[in-house]
């Protein structure tokens, strides 16, 4: 297996967001805080946009900024409250490695849960359970069908044959607990010299697949350019990836403050569904459209 890796910036930006300090927020208003992505955006909105609507006053810094990042922030008290995943939290935060709590949805949750209300006074809300954005490995959906590959073990059954192959994956991935070196291990493609790591931005990743610079690559499962860009997701046979089911945690203090937040956020997990979340996320990566107009959308039709 060899690495190599691109990158277009963005330090910078994450250094100056991690220095930064935030004044002390206003005690009558909820600071709604979300990932730098697509779907964290969209989910952020419909947050913000619900609570604003039932009479709460909010402020908005969406796309805080990476996972690391935007999690520090709400133990700061920088932000009141974010959508975060299951898998993400066992694995990055609490350090959990145990794989039959990574795959079973309750279970997890409970987990997470539990954890940090005692260690940090966060509360997980209900899990928006319609909806599991785990990671997947990418192909050009002609491609795999060309080559008979359905499943991430049929990739690596055709890579022992010794044939070159490139994968892609953004570096927030490659170094992830859960991510790559785990992947690799899991389908035994750690020790081959013919795979070719390429590392590069999460923004590049899709594109280098599409162009064809990579064979492979490792997205989301809910992106709207799957559909967009005619690929085909390799299905995880040894079941690796976690759950990664979105869940609204917020700060205990601010939820003593503002009971309703609850009560709101809690309606909206039995709503949103997988399919509609791939939409938006199609909606806003391809046809450009703002990730609060989406929510907007989303929350009128189901009646919020």
């Known amino acids: 297996m060899r690495l190599r890796g691109f990158k277009i910036g963005g330090l910078m930006a994450l250094l100056c967001l991690a220095l930064c300090s935030c004044a002390p927020n206003p005690p009558d208003v909820v600071v709604i805080g979300s990932k730098m992505d697509t779907e964290g955006a969209i989910l952020g909105y419909i947050q913000l946009v619900a609570l604003q609507r039932a009479g709460l006053k909010v402020e908005d810094r969406i796309e805080t900024g990476p996972t690391l990042i935007v999690r520090q922030a709400l133990l700061a008290g920088e ?50 359970s319609g909806i599991n954005n ?36 953004d570096h927030e991935f490659a170094a992830r607990p859960d991510g790559l070196a785990g992947l690799l291990h899991s389908y035994g493609l750690d020790s081959l010299p013919n795979l070719e790591i390429v590392q590069m931005d999460p923004g590049l990743v899709y594109q280098a697949l599409d162009q064809g610079s990579v064979e492979a690559a490792i997205g989301y499962s809910t992106d709207g350019r799957i559909a967009a860009l005619h690929l085909i997701r390799l299905r995880d046979d040894r079941h690796y990836f976690p759950v990664y089911n979105p869940t609204p945690t917020y700060r205990k203090a601010v939820l003593d403050r503002f009971p309703q937040i609850a009560s709101i956020l809690n309606k909206i997990a039995g709503r949103i569904t997988a399919d509609e979340i791939t939409t938006m996320n199609y909606r806003h990566d391809v046809r450009l459209e703002r990730a609060r107009k989406l929510a907007e959308e989303w929350l009128n039709a189901h009646g919020f």
């Open 79 to 128: 932000i009141d409250g974010y959508l975060e995943y299951t898998g993400t939290a066992l694995v990055n935060f609490m350090g959990l490695q145990d794989r039959t709590v990574l795959t079973d949805p309750a279970l997890g949750y409970r987990t997470i849960q539990r954890w940090d209300a005692r260690h940090h006074q966060i509360v997980w809300l209900h899990p928006w």
């Open 134 to 169: 785990t990671y997947t490995l990418l192909m050009k959906a002609e491609a795999a069908r060309r080559l008979g590959l359905a499943s991430i073990s049929d990739l690596a059954a055709y890579l022992a044959g010794g044939r070159s192959f490139r994968l892609a994956a």
